[in-house]
C-alpha cells in the first residue's frame, strides 16, 4: 500500500477550563489514503472539529504526529519550510464557510483572492477566467461571476466556498459539517458534489458529521468519535453490518425511521455510555474496535 496522504499518529489535544483539563482528543490515530473520502462522525462534543483544527494546523496538539504528504506538521521547522504547500494543498471547508465570504467582494474575487494570495499564475490566462472555471466544477455558471453573496442562495453561496478551496487545486479537502447549515434538499446536492469531485475528480476528504446516514452515502471508510477517542474505524459497508462498539450500535440506531409511529416508540440510544477505553483493536481486516487490552 502506498503511504497515506494524512497519517495521523497518537494525536491528543486538551483544552484547559480553569483547573479543569479536557481531553476533547485522546490518543486518536487513522490514516487517509489519496483519493477516498474518510468519515468522522460522533455526537456534538466527541472532538471532531478538534481534530479538523489540529490537522489544519489552527490548534498545535498537545501530543502525537500528522503527517501530510510526509510532512510533520506539527514540527515548526518543516512546516515553515512547506509553508505555501501547506497554505494551498490542504483547504477547509465548514459549516459557515458560506456566510464567512466577503459581503464586499464580487463572486469571481472571492475565487480568485487565494491565487492571487499566494501569486499563483493563473493556468487558464486570468483569474477571471479561473474563476469562471472553478464555478463550473461546482455547478454554477458564469452569471454569477459578478453577483455578490447576498445575491446567492445558501448552497449557492456554499458552492462559491467550495470553488474557492478548490482554485488552489488542494490535495485534501478538510470539510467540517459542510452540510449542516444548508436546507435538506441543498444538502443532497452538496453531498453529490463531493461525491463526483471524488470520483471524477479523485480529491481526498477528511469529511465530518453528525450522523451516520450522510456518511454512509459518501464514504469509503468511516471512523467513530466517542468523547475524545475513536471508538471503531472501518469500511462504512462493514461499519453498517456489523457495528462492533456499543457507542456505535446507539449511533447506527439514532438513525431516523422514515415511519413516525416506530420512531415515537423507539427507545433513546444510550449516550450515557462510560467514557471509552482501551486500544483500538483489529477485529476484522479494516476493522478496527477500542477494546480493553
Ligand atoms: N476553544 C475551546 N476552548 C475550550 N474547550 C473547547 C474549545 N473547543 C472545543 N472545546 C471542547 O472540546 C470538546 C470537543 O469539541 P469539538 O468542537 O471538537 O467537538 P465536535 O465533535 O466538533 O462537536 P460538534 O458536533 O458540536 O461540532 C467539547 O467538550 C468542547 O466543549
Ligand atoms: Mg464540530
Known sequence: ???????????????????????????????????????LVGESGSGKST???????????????????????????????????LQTKR????????????QRMTVAEIVAEPMAIHRIVPPRGSLREEAKFQLYY??????????????????????VAIARA????????????PIASLDVSIQAQILNLFRHLQEEHGFTFLFIAHDLAVVRY????????????IVEIAPTG???????????????????????????????????LPAPQGVLTEAAPGHYVLRSP
Open 51 to 85: 481534530v479538523a483544527r489540529c490537522v489544519m494546523n489552527i490548534y498545535r496538539p498537545a501530543k502525537g504526529s500528522i503527517l501530510f504528504q510526509g510532512i510533520d506538521i506539527c514540527d515548526p521547522r518543516q512546516r515553515r519550510a512547506n509553508q505555501k504547500l
Open 1 to 39: 500500500m502506498t503511504a497515506p496522504l494524512l497519517d495521523v499518529c497518537h494525536l491528543t489535544h486538551v483544552f484547559r477550563h480553569g483547573r479543569l483539563i479536557l481531553r476533547a482528543v485522546d490518543d486518536v490515530s487513522f490514516q487517509i489514503q489519496e483519493g477516498e473520502i474518510f468519515g
Open 138 to 159: 461546482v455547478g454554477l455558471g458564469e452569471d454569477c461571476l459578478d453577483k455578490y453573496p447576498t445575491e446567492l442562495s445558501g448552497g449557492q453561496r456554499q458552492r
Open 238 to 272: 462493514e461499519l453498517f453490518r456489523d457495528p462492533l462498539h456499543p457507542y456505535t450500535r446507539a449511533l447506527l440506531s439514532a438513525i431516523p425511521i422514515p415511519d413516525p409511529q416506530a420512531e415515537r416508540s423507539r427507545p433513546l440510544p444510550p449516550f450515557d
Open 166 to 177: 478548490l482554485s488552489m487545486e488542494p490535495a485534501l479537502l478538510v470539510a467540517d459539517e
Open 91 to 102: 483547504q477547509l471547508i465548514f459549516q459557515d464557510s458560506a456566510s464567512s465570504l466577503d
Open 218 to 229: 459518501l464514504c469509503s471508510r468511516v471512523a467513530v468519535m466517542f468523547r475524545g477517542k
